[in-house]
Each structure stands twice: as structure tokens, then as C-alpha cells.
């Protein structure tokens, strides 16, 4: 758990979806969809404006009766991101989750995007950890018993 947010962009990637905030919400959509994400990062002038989700889409869209074929990006992302650094650590990371009640974290070094960590990645992260302990502790109690 005191494993820092880089190892997890190393094994997964470091791939960022980014949209500009001028292209409509159905586009914005579409590009979730072809590459069957729950997020698109928001950009304006290479920085950081905003990140659009699929909660986005439920409560500001759908809620709110807003066309997507018309209405921009701009009028319905979530403005205040809430990012981290690569060197938070995993259980950093959960609690952010957990206290921010968010889904979707960029990972910001010097003022650039590394990453987007999301929390299906900490709890891949976590349950893949939780059987490697599991397994590394079978093997020692066998090879115990053997010796």
C-alpha cells in the first residue's frame, strides 16, 4: 500500500485521453465510448481545464435535459480537478478517492500529465497485491512444513 502511484502508471500505461473543450458533449461521448473509458481529461492551451465523466454525463447531461450534439464540453465538465503526484503512494490515493468522492485522479509532475489513475486501477492494484501476499504466504507455510 506504501507503493508510490508510478509503479501502477508503469504496469498499466501512461495513455491520457484528452479533449479539447470546445468539441460537444456527443463527440466527447463518442470518444469515451471507442475507447470504452469513463473519463476524457479537459485541455485548454496544453493545461488542464477540466475532466468530463460519465458521472458528468448523468447529472449535468441527462439531468439536466442539455443537448450533447450542441452543447460544448465546457459548459458541463468538472472544473475543480482534484489531481496527485507520481510519488503519492497507493493508500494516498484511496483516501483521496474515498474523502474527495471521486473516480478519476490525473497524475501532475512539473505542471504535465503523466497519467490518470483511476480507482478500478487501485483496486486491480490491491487485489492483485492481496494475492501475491496470499500466494508468498502458502508457499512459506508449505516450505516450512517440508524442511
Same mark, same amino acid.
Given at each position: 500500500m506504501d507503493s508510490p502511484i508510478a509503479a501502477l502508471l508503469e +504496469?498499466?500505461?501512461s495513455?491520457?485521453?484528452a479533449?479539447?473543450?470546445t468539441i460537444t458533449i456527443a463527440e466527447a461521448v463518442a470518444e469515451m465510448n471507442k475507447n470504452r473509458i469513463g473519463c476524457v481529461v479537459v485541455l485548454e492551451g496544453g +493545461?488542464?481545464?477540466g475532466i468530463f465523466t460519465e458521472r458528468d454525463v448523468? +447529472? +449535468?447531461v441527462v439531468g439536466e435535459g442539455i443537448e450533447p450534439k450542441s452543447a460544448r464540453v465546457?459548459?458541463?465538465m468538472t472544473r475543480n480537478v482534484h489531481t496527485i503526484h507520481s510519488s503519492a503512494t497507493i493508500e494516498e490515493t484511496m483516501t483521496i478517492f474515498a474523502e474527495k468522492r471521486c473516480r478519476h485522479l490525473p497524475v501532475i509532475d512539473e505542471g504535465r500529465v503523466k497519467g490518470l489513475i483511476s480507482i478500478?486501477?487501485?483496486s486491480r492494484w490491491v487485489a492483485d497485491s492481496s494475492r501475491a501476499e496470499a500466494?508468498?504466504?502458502k508457499n512459506y507455510i508449505a516450505g516450512g512444513l517440508h524442511a
Open positions: +504496469r498499466k500505461g495513455a491520457v485521453h479533449v479539447a473543450s +493545461r488542464i481545464a448523468l +447529472r +449535468r465546457a459548459d458541463v478500478g486501477d487501485i500466494d508468498h504466504l
